[in-house]
């Protein structure tokens, strides 16, 4: 766990604008959580419409999914560690 | 940027307005729609800002011809080149920013050297405990430009990653970015995701434009 503080204080429910809102909403639809990156990224909104879906949809599996969990989630281990990115 | 509007086709095809990120890329990116359709959009904002970026395009190409540099990416390089170009920024000061003297030049504003300092903290992996870097690019940019340019920057290293790792070749064609993104063309290229079409043409790009 780090314990280094975040740069950007991570926009709160309660915070949040219209459009982190809505953000937020489909970040519980597709991940069924906010995680603290999409309440970081909800400050540049515009851009994280679509960052949001993106991360979830490389990461996680489903029925069109282009790679099987196993393989893809060894590679996200891998690249996590080579980043050296403990989140 | 009236000419970016109609980016070369990939596969060899006439320039027709549906590629925006140039040959090769669309073409890879059909065999794997789910992620790109988010994926296109998402690289596009960074590259070029959207109507509402808080950061202004010549710092931004800057910023990111700086992360191009740095993954030695020729790809995006001559892209964003050619984004440059179009925004009035000169081949002296471009080979500025791709040189090591960049710190030290009097040609950049000190908004612009923050954002291109920023952008080469987070291409080089330093970002995080680059207390300097941090202190000077938050001098000039709110919690909002601080995120959009981490995020453009982060994503301009994956788009380097992205077409280093597929040997992407870039065509003499192929133009800059519209900066900024304007949002009806946003809309219209993401919409010819969704429905499919940007992807079936850019698999089978005889099939007629759009």
Known sequence: MSTVAPRVPPVADEEASPE?????????????FVSNFTR????????????????????????????????????????SSLNRCSF | MDGAHAHSGGLGQARAPWDPL?????????????????????????????????????????????????????YWRVRLERTADSL??????????????????????????????????????LARRDRRAHDEVRRWFDDEGFVELTLAASLTVMACRLANALRLEDSSEAS???SPVPTELLRSWSGQMFDGSLFSRAAHPRSGSP
């Open chain 2, 88 to 125: 009035g920024i000169g081949p002296e000061e471009v080979e500025v920013v791709e040189s090591d003297d960049w710190e030290l030049t009097p040609a950049l504003e000190p908004r612009e050297r923050a954002a291109v300092l920023w952008a080469d903290r987070v291409a080089r992996r």
């Open chain 1, 40 to 79: 970081t990224a909800a400050h540049a909104p515009e851009l994280a419409r679509w960052v949001v879906p993106l991360i979830a949809a490389v990461q996680r599996g489903g029925p069109d999914a282009e790679l099987e969990p196993r393989v893809k989630e060894l590679a996200i281990l891998r690249t």
């Open chain 1, 20 to 32: 982190a809102r809505e953000l937020f909403g489909a970040a519980r639809e597709l991940l069924g």
């Open chain 2, 176 to 178: 800059g970015f519209p």
């Open chain 2, 22 to 74: 140039g040959p090769g890329l669309t073409g890879c990116l059909a065999l794997v729609p789910r992620s790109a359709r988010w994926l296109v959009p998402a690289l596009l904002l960074a590259l070029g800002g959207g109507e509402r970026s808080r950061i202004d395009p010549r710092a931004r190409t800057l910023a990111l011809l700086r992360v191009a540099c740095v993954e030695r990416s020729p």
